[in-house]
Nanobody, 120 residues
Framework: QVQLVESGGGLVQTGGSLRLSCAAS????????IGWYRQAPGKQRELVAD???????NYADSVKGRFTISRDSAENAVYLQMDNMKPEDTATYYC??????????????WGQGTQVTVSS
């Protein structure tokens, strides 16, 4: 089992910055990929960025060059630095961890979410 707790959301103006944190606990050594998804009202949940155990990262095109994901294995935490934010970044942001069970299947864990609102 893996537990995820997000923090750092809030209200920011267009062009501003926020840093989200996700604290992981439980079977954290088994986490292969951890990252951030977001869901705006009326829209599907979408990938923002994730990072693999080896350090490789993946970003949605809409946030490339503005958001940076990082992972602190010693602290069992993952961070999302969000710069030059836009109103379309407004959403609930969720931390997600993937733990492999077989070579092709695994278990997904979600945090409770943190609200990010960007005012125009």
């Amino acid at each position: 089992q893996v537990q995820l707790v997000e923090s750092g959301g809030g209200l920011v103006q267009t062009g501003g910055s926020l840093r989200l944190s996700c604290a992981a606990s439980g079977s954290t050594l088994r986490i292969e990929t951890i990252g951030w998804y977001r869901q705006a009202p009326g829209k599907q949940r979408e990938l923002v960025a994730d990072i693999k155990k080896g350090g490789s990262t993946n970003y949605a095109d809409s946030v490339k060059g503005r958001f940076t994901i990082s992972r602190d294995s010693a602290e069992n935490a993952v961070y999302l630095q969000m710069d030059n934010m836009k109103p379309e970044d407004t959403a609930t942001y969720y931390c997600r961890a993937w733990v492999p069970i077989t070579p092709i299947a695994g278990q997904v864990y979600w945090g409770q979410g943190t609200q990010v609102t960007v005012s125009s």
